[in-house]
């Protein structure tokens, strides 16, 4: 679903499937996992590269809905 909002994270951290809130993306899923995606580190997927570029490596807060 191209409409669908998908970070990758640490499974031992939150859980696979869980929907999460990140400040500054919004509702997304955690859909995926990564080699570098570790502890407290998440990965939010943005399609287009400027809009990636502009959001930037940052600390933002995660709330992960049960």
């Not at 951290?13 to 859909?31: C, D, N, Q, R």
């Not at 287009?48 to 930037?56: K, R, S, T």
């Amino acid at each position: 679903n191209p409409d669908r909002k998908v970070i990758a994270v640490d499974p031992d951290v939150i859980p696979l499937g869980s929907e999460v809130y990140v400040e500054g993306y919004g509702k997304a899923v955690a859909g995926d996992i990564g080699g570098a995606i570790q502890n407290d580190r998440i990965d939010v997927f943005i399609p287009n590269q400027g809009d990636a570029f502009d959001f930037g490596r940052k600390d933002v807060e995660v709330t992960v809905y049960e």
